[in-house]
């Protein structure tokens, strides 16, 4: 049995790691073929040779990123689908927002991306209603 320290190491050999990039483009292509199946197949084959690819290409992790910003709910299904501890923190967050009432921000990707919103943009918090009340009666 390996532990986790050593299926990593075994993970980030090269070989293994250009074995798993070429494997997953492989099924990327096969997956139109297996979509004229009947059935979900060539769904479920891309989004495994999807995750190879994205596991292994710097490349492809950056596309990846750019298709994310551009089609913000796409992005959303797919990390979903990949089973990234990224899209559970995104999709709380984006509940959270939507429980406040701030959906959309200006300056604030909808998607909940890893990005700081530039504070003079942001609008300024509700004031205290007792402070307001102390102020109306001076």
């Keep these: 049995m390996f532990t986790r320290a050593q299926w990593r ?32 197949g060539g769904i479920v084959v891309f989004g495994v040779g999807l995750a190879m690819v994205l596991k292994t290409s710097r490349w492809a ?4 990123v750019k298709f994310k910003r551009w089609q913000p709910k796409a992005g959303r299904w797919t990390d979903w689908g990949l089973r990234r501890k990224s899209a559970a923190r995104r ?6 927002r939507e429980e406040l009432g701030c959906n959309t921000l200006p300056g604030v990707p909808a998607a909940g991306d890893d990005v700081t919103p ?3 943009i942001l609008p300024t ?3 205290d209603p007792k402070s307001l009340a102390a102020k109306a009666g001076d």
Excluded: C, N
Aim: hydrophobic letters at 50%; zero cysteines; proline letters at 15%.
């Design 9 to 40: 190491a075994f993970i980030d050999h090269p070989v293994v790691e250009w074995t798993m990039f070429v494997v997953g483009v492989l099924l990327i292509l096969v997956s139109p073929v297996l979509g004229a199946i009947p059935g979900p």
């Design 125 to 127: 918090p509700p004031a």
């Design 61 to 64: 992790r950056r596309r990846y």
């Design 91 to 96: 999709e709380a967050l984006r509940k959270q």
């Design 118 to 120: 530039d504070p003079a």
